[in-house]
């Protein structure tokens, strides 16, 4: 199994962290709730949205972003599909008013000439705030280790635009192995090994004074855990 009886519930207007080390099953949780499944996968369970879509911001946003288009096209395609309800005279204007919205929002700067840009001329930072920008109407947002190899600014920069999509009411799912950030963001952490959920709770009793002697040992030297055996048997399609 890869994962076994993994059950998670996101509020609106909050931020559920998912962390545990490498292996822990973390990401393949997060595409689960996406309706990813690895090849000849067996899958039970049910994933419910109330309303609107879910969003994703991979750890590397290039693999999301088309690279043969331009960033500007990318944004309007997104603008377009949100205002097609209106009459045909005003969608126009109405879709550029909500890309200088979603770049100002994502605190994209550059204008005219970021939006002229391929994505492989953006930034790694600037990559992941244009997929920031995509997603306008998402009401979950699963963000995988969305602040991996970011430097100090622009980690900032992401920390604060995913609290303040939770503040606006998204349900907000980080997987994330920072644990830095996991106490800046989370209102409730949920720790895994090896495809199960050892403990889960509200984020301060979890991250300030652990039940289970795995998260005792993840939060005591951040990075350095072993990841013991696994108690589960793998299964290979």
Do not use: F
């Not at 949780?29 to 949205?49: D, K």
């Not at 960033?71 to 045909?88: F, I, M």
């Not at 970021?114 to 947002?141: D, F």
Request: charged share 20%; glycine share 10%.
């Amino acid at each position: 199994m890869l994962l076994d009886r993994v059950s998670l519930r996101l509020t609106a207007g909050t931020v559920t962290a998912l962390v545990g080390a490498s292996g822990s099953g973390r990401t393949t949780t997060g595409l689960a709730l996406l309706g990813e499944y690895p090849p000849g996968a067996r899958v039970t369970g049910e994933v419910s949205v109330d309303g609107g879509v879910v969003g994703y911001v991979p750890q590397y946003p290039a693999a999301v972003l088309n690279p043969v288009r331009r960033t500007g096209a990318l944004l309007y395609d997104v603008a377009r599909q949100q205002v097609r309800q209106l009459p045909r005279p005003r969608r126009r204007a109405a879709a550029r008013q909500r890309v200088g919205a979603a770049l100002a929002d994502a605190q994209i700067t550059g204008g005219e000439t970021l939006l002229r840009c391929h994505p492989h001329q953006l930034s790694g930072g600037q990559q992941q705030r244009v997929v920031l920008a995509q997603l306008a109407g998402a009401r979950i947002l699963v963000a995988d280790e969305p602040t991996t190899g970011q430097d100090a600014l622009t980690r900032r920069r992401v920390v604060g635009r995913l609290r303040a999509l939770a503040t606006r009411g998204i349900a907000v799912l980080l997987l994330s192995h920072d644990l830095d950030v996991v106490r800046e963001l989370a209102d409730e952490v949920v720790v895994m090994l090896g495809g199960r959920v050892v403990e889960q709770g509200a984020a301060h009793p979890v991250l300030d004074a652990p039940a289970h002697p795995w998260t005792r040992e993840l939060l005591a030297e951040p990075g350095t855990a072993q990841v013991p055996a696994p108690a589960l048997k793998w299964c290979c399609p």
